[in-house]
């Protein structure tokens, strides 16, 4: 262990901003090793990264796709040389970014699932309903935007959509005010969208705030986050040696219900074809490391309200080969297809 002999590392980003959840947990179940080589496919401010790299003298390649946590990273980098890459792009392709550095099989993966609290806190980014801003919540910066979500929709998609990935059980009142609102005047900014679902979603001082669901919805629907996590699963199954770890820490149900039923999946033999039965099935791809899932302490919550949803998954890569990744579909709920609305128009 390095932990105490390691000089502080220059800060990424703000500390006071940012806070690891589950951060002894995530080492515990990821269990670094001097020589191994980790991904951190969310790296955000680098707190992950920053614990592994402290714990084991190993190798961490980190993936984030918003172009300004790459940059902030530069600092750290510095401070491990040789130890640590970080590269711009989507966790969903972990093994290829890990393959083009030299690291086509890894001791360990981990995710940590949602908007990190920088981009929540930042307003010009547009993930936030707290501060004003443009409506954009895109991570990258590319392709559709929130205000194009909220301006394009028919009222009943947009109710679906705030209802199946924001679990908001008001969307279709919600989708109502929107549609009425946006035709008097375009929905741009945050705080906009904000006021016109607050007149419909009352809420005491002590709850979330009226708007947390449906902005979690438009912002899951941006960046296509639930099937960017179906595919880092697949891709961390393929990418993982026998032994290796995979640690995922979600914040709510829609993205731990995926993990969980992959992770159940994967531990159990893969059921032959009835229609092939001398098909032999497949052996179990990961055992699980965490029986169900691991949840924060009460000091933890107290400390960082964030962590109070959060939870931890984890599994161990057996030596069996990885699986179709093709299965994963159905754990998706369906993103409005836009150029098939183009097509019919």
């Not at 279709?172 to 979603?201: C, S, Y």
Request: charged share 25%; glycine share 8%.
């Amino acid at each position: 262990m390095m932990a105490s002999s390691l000089p502080p590392d220059p800060p990424v980003g703000d500390p006071d901003r940012h806070v690891p959840v589950l951060l002894a947990e995530v080492l515990a179940h990821l269990a670094p090793k001097a020589g191994g080589v980790y991904v951190d496919g969310t790296f955000g401010a680098g707190g992950y990264t920053r614990a592994i790299l402290g714990a084991a003298d190993c190798r961490v390649i980190a993936i984030d796709r918003d172009p300004t946590a790459v940059a902030a990273s530069a600092p750290l980098v510095l401070a491990h040389p040789g130890r640590l890459a970080v590269t711009q792009d989507r966790f969903g392709n972990l093994d290829q970014v890990a393959a083009m550095l030299d690291a086509p099989q890894v001791d360990g993966v981990v995710l940590d699932i949602g908007v990190s609290s920088m981009q929540l806190d930042e307003g010009e980014r547009g993930f936030s309903f707290r501060r004003d801003g443009p409506l954009d919540m895109r991570m990258s910066g590319e392709g559709l935007s929130a205000a194009d979500y909220v301006a394009r929709l028919p009222e009943a998609e947009l109710a679906n959509l705030i209802y199946r990935f924001g679990e908001e059980r008001q969307s279709r009142g919600i989708a109502k005010a929107i549609v009425k609102a946006r035709e008097e005047a375009p929905i741009t900014r945050t705080l906009q969208l904000a006021d016109i679902i607050a007149k419909v979603v009352w809420s005491k001082p002590h709850e979330p705030h009226p708007a947390t669901r449906s902005f979690q919805a438009l912002r899951i629907a941006v960046n296509d986050e639930l099937g960017e996590l179906a595919r880092a699963l697949a891709a961390a199954e393929r990418a993982l040696k026998p032994g290796g770890r995979l640690v995922v820490v979600t914040f709510h149900s829609l993205e731990d219900r995926i993990v969980k039923n992959f992770l159940n999946a994967r531990a159990k033999p893969a059921a032959g074809s009835r229609h092939l039965p001398a098909v032999t099935s497949a052996p179990p791809s990961f055992r699980l490391v965490a029986k169900g899932a691991v949840e924060p302490g009460d000091a933890e919550t107290r400390a960082n309200p964030r962590a109070r949803s959060a939870k931890l998954r984890a599994g161990e890569r057996t030596d069996a080969p990885a699986r179709e990744a093709s299965d994963l579909d159905a754990l998706l709920p369906p993103l409005p297809d836009f150029d098939a609305r183009n097509r019919h128009h």
